[in-house]
């Protein structure tokens, strides 16, 4: 399933939050990282991420929070959106 991650960093972690990206960002088991995109400011950006299930995604995310706060929003694609619809 896919998920769009809000990152917001706390300004006095920006360092270390990208220090720990740039190595690789501690993507665990289960989980794809497809993209990510930082806003101008630097201090919030957006993830794709693919993920088997919620525990895999939780544990991808427990990683960040000591430097970011997460927003964690599932995404359907548009065949899924059509199953939602046909209900």
Do not use: C
């Not at 919030?44 to 430097?67: F, R």
């Not at 706060?69 to 209900?87: I, Q």
């Amino acid at each position: 399933m896919l998920f769009i991650v809000h990152f917001e960093v706390k300004p006095e972690n920006r360092d270390k939050s990208f220090q720990r990206f740039e190595k690789g960002g501690d993507v665990p088991p289960g989980n794809e990282h497809i993209g990510v995109w930082f806003a101008v400011s630097q201090l919030e950006g957006w993830a794709l991420v693919k993920s088997e299930n919620a525990v895999a995604l939780g544990k991808y995310m427990h990683a960040w929070t000591d430097l970011n706060v997460n927003t964690v929003t599932p995404l359907l694609e548009p065949k899924e959106l059509e199953a939602v619809f046909e209900a």
